[in-house]
Every structure is written in C-alpha cells, then in structure tokens.
C-alpha cells in the first residue's frame, strides 16, 4: 500500500510538472514570437543599410541564445531534460524559429482545458445547489441528475483526450529541443578529440612529474641511506675494537631496514602491488592507518570495481592524505568511497555494478587550497585520463572537500 501511495504521489508530482512546463512554455512562445517578428523587421535595416548586417545578426544571436536558456531551465526544471547543450546562436535561433507551433498548440490545449473545466464547474454547481444553467435553454434553465449523467460520460472522454494533448504536446517541445539544441555528432566527435588531446597532455605531464618525484624520493632518501650504510660497514671493516665494529654491525642493520623501509614506500607511491592481492577496502585502510592525522573512512561498493579504477582511486586518496598532511593542519581527515548507481525505472532491477566510484576527502584545516599546485593538478590530469571528473572546495578557514567520481565502465 505505502508503494502505490508514493508511485501516486510520484505520478501527481510529475503530472503537474509536466502542466506548468507546457503553461510556461505557451507564455514563453509569445514572448519568442516577437522577437522573431522584430528580427523579421530588422531585415529592412540590413538591406537598406548593409552594414548594419553585422549588428543586427550579433544582436539577433544574443536574444536568441537568452531565449534559448530559458527554453533549457525550463524543460531541465519541468521536464526533467539535462541533456541539452553545448549549442551555438544559429543552433539557438532555429530551435525559436521552429517551436512557436509547439508553443501555440499547448496553449490552445490549455486553453480548451480550462474552458472545458469552467463548463463542468457550472454545470456541477447549478446542479448541486439548484440554480439554472444558461447554456440549456434561451433564458436559463435547471440542471437536472439525468443532464449530469448524460454529459459525464463525454466529458471524461474529452478531459481524457486533453490530458493526453497535453502530455503529446510535452514530448514534442523536449522532442524538438533535443533535435536543435545538443550538438551535432560533428562537433561532439571535435569536442571528444580536444579533451583527449589535453588529457593525453595533462597524463604526459602527471608521468614527469611522477618520474620526478620518484627520482627525488630515491636520491634523497634510499640512496643516503646506502651511502650511510656502506661508510658504517667500511668503518666496522676497519675497526679493531670487537665492541665497536659490533656496534657499527647494528648501527648498520638499522640503517639497511630503514633503507629497506624507505625503498617500500617509494614502490608503494609507484603502484601498491598489495592492491591487486588484497583490493581498494584494505589497501585504502592502510593508508589511513599510516597517516599522521586521525581518518575516518566510510568504504561502500558493493564489488570490487575494476583494476584501473582501483588504481586511480589509491592515488586520489593517497595524494589528498599527503596533501592534508603538509598544508592543511587538519585535526581530522574524513575519507568516504561510495558506488554512485545509475537511476532505473520504477519495477526494473537495479544493476549490480556501480555505474561509477565516488571519492570524497575533507579535512577540517585552513583551506584555500590552490588548485593549480602540481599536486592537485596531477590529480585532476590523472582522474580526466579515466573520463572521470574532479571538483575541489577549499575555502579560506576551511574545510577542503577534494571529490573524484570515476566511471567503472
């Protein structure tokens, strides 16, 4: 029961929507239809005065650009259309020059609609409280039970008809807008080489820098370390004091672990090979172990996603930890890692697989996070080369929020 009451209310929801779109898109349409009669009078200037061609086209491209933005909000409001764009100014015009019939054919439906509900009102209110109708006879006359009875069973059929009407004259306008304003499989095809040429730039940059720090890690770090190690074994070799060369012995097997230590952590930033064996939840779990700031993680994906994501997810988290660590002076780092799965309709199951992984980290620290530094910008370039997105709220005083979403298809 409590399921058929919210599929009702949802359907209620949506059937009113639905009305107030086609109400506002018949108020829209007047507003359209006069700017295409002022841009009809504007060819006189343009043959008149050619060189006013410029001026009224740039003039004619801006309006209809405006009116097509709030053809957009209006059908992504009522509608539920989000797919709409990117479009150029004549992409724009056309879609106007091309709806005004949508626009006039639903506000006569609703026209029809409410002139139909003001003839049920009167002829429900004479009938009830026992006035006359004037459309029976000349001067009026009384509604009787059998008049009601008669006239029910057509007006149903016409309120049928009309509510059908309306919602055909919905599916036309988000029909239409689809048809002129989302571009062409030419410019989508120019726009999908333009971001893969840029990822492939910002992925090239991400592997020097990574090459860079990785050398870094290496000279400054491990290689110390063994140089370290090997001055302690040479002065052990030399010593001729048995407590002392022992001694040297130990000092130098510190050394090799830490130098051991050192060598693990750099193989780790490089690629955690532990990921593949032991997967993202326990791999992620480490690294908030590790970190010198108290995390709490939320970790809920109901399978494992795919390698490559796992991947992109450690290093998203791993570089955000590092990053919270040296600049934020955070007190606590709060990491969640969701599956964001794909709306279905209403009786159809869900799908196993998350259609994409969601990643959040926020600390509390000072904010104003730079998000042009390298390591940010490295993170960004590396999520863009999955087709993935990346946003970073930082605020001055806090708190830095740093969110990737990854599509696991």
């Keep these: 029961m409590q399921v058929i009451d919210?599929?009702?209310?949802?359907?209620?929801?949506?059937?009113?929507?639905?009305?107030?779109?086609?109400?506002?898109?018949?108020?829209?349409?007047?507003?359209?239809?006069?700017?295409?009669?002022?841009?009809?009078?504007?060819?006189i200037p343009m043959v008149a005065v050619p060189r006013s061609r410029r001026a009224v086209i740039g003039w004619t491209?801006?309006?209809?650009?405006?009116?097509?933005?709030?053809?957009?909000?209006?059908?992504?409001?009522?509608h539920a259309v989000h797919d709409?764009?990117?479009?150029?100014?004549?992409?724009?015009?056309?879609?106007?020059?091309?709806?005004?019939?949508?626009?006039?054919?639903?506000?006569?439906?609703?026209?029809?609609?409410?002139?139909?509900?003001?003839?049920?009102?009167?002829?429900?209110?004479?009938?009830?409280f026992g006035g006359t109708w004037g459309f029976i006879?000349?001067?009026?006359?009384?509604?009787?039970?059998?008049?009601?009875?008669?006239?029910?069973?057509?007006?149903?059929?016409?309120?049928?008809?009309?509510?059908?009407?309306i919602a055909g004259v919905s599916q036309l306008d988000v029909a239409l807008a689809r048809r002129h304003l989302t571009p062409s499989a030419e410019d989508v095809l120019a726009r999908r080489v333009s971001e893969l040429t840029l990822s492939r730039a910002e992925v090239v940059q991400v592997v020097n820098d990574e090459r860079r720090r990785i050398e870094r890690d290496l000279h400054d770090g491990v290689q110390q370390r063994l140089v370290a190690l090997g001055l302690l074994l040479s002065?052990?070799?030399?010593?001729?004091?048995?407590?002392?060369?022992a001694d040297l012995v130990?000092?130098?097997?510190?050394?090799?672990?830490?130098?051991?230590?050192d060598l693990r952590d750099v193989a780790w930033r490089v690629y955690p090979t532990v990921l593949d064996q032991l997967g993202l939840r326990d791999v992620v779990a480490v690294l908030?172990?590790?970190?010198?700031?108290?995390?709490?993680?939320?970790?809920?994906?109901?399978?494992?996603?795919?390698?490559?994501?796992?991947?992109?997810?450690?290093?998203?988290?791993?570089?955000?930890?590092?990053?919270?660590?040296?600049?934020?002076?955070?007190?606590?780092?709060?990491?969640?890692?969701?599956?964001?799965?794909?709306?279905?309709?209403?009786?159809?199951?869900?799908?196993?697989?998350?259609?994409?992984?969601?990643v959040t980290v926020t600390d509390d620290g000072r904010g104003g996070a730079d998000p042009s530094g390298r390591g940010l910008t490295g993170l960004a370039g590396r999520v863009a080369a999955y087709d993935g997105t990346f946003t970073i709220d930082s605020p001055p005083?806090?708190?830095?929020?740093?969110?990737?979403?990854?599509?696991?298809?």
């Design 6 to 43: 919210a599929r009702s209310s949802t359907l209620i929801g949506r059937s009113l929507l639905t009305l107030a779109g086609v109400t506002l898109g018949a108020v829209l349409v007047l507003v359209e239809v006069g700017f295409l009669l002022v841009v009809a009078l504007g060819l």
């Design 61 to 78: 491209h801006r309006c209809a650009r405006q009116l097509a933005t709030l053809e957009q909000r209006r059908l992504a409001r009522f």
């Design 84 to 128: 709409l764009g990117p479009y150029g100014d004549r992409q724009a015009f056309s879609y106007l020059a091309r709806r005004w019939p949508v626009g006039f054919l639903g506000g006569l439906v609703l026209l029809l609609l409410v002139f139909g509900l003001v003839v049920a009102g009167s002829m429900l209110s004479a009938w009830i």
């Design 137 to 165: 006879e000349e001067d009026g006359g009384a509604v009787s039970t059998e008049t009601i009875a008669v006239a029910a069973l057509p007006g149903l059929v016409l309120l049928y008809l009309n509510v059908m009407g």
């Design 235 to 245: 002065r052990a070799r030399r010593s001729r004091d048995p407590g002392r060369a």
């Design 250 to 261: 130990r000092q130098a097997h510190e050394e090799s672990e830490q130098a051991l230590a």
């Design 288 to 358: 908030a172990e590790r970190s010198s700031i108290p995390v709490t993680l939320t970790y809920d994906l109901p399978t494992r996603p795919p390698a490559a994501v796992e991947t992109a997810v450690y290093f998203v988290i791993s570089e955000a930890l590092t990053n919270a660590t040296k600049h934020s002076r955070a007190q606590r780092i709060r990491i969640s890692v969701q599956a964001a799965v794909p709306a279905v309709a209403v009786g159809v199951t869900p799908a196993s697989e998350p259609a994409s992984v969601v």
């Design 397 to 409: 005083g806090g708190p830095t929020t740093i969110r990737a979403e990854l599509p696991c298809e």
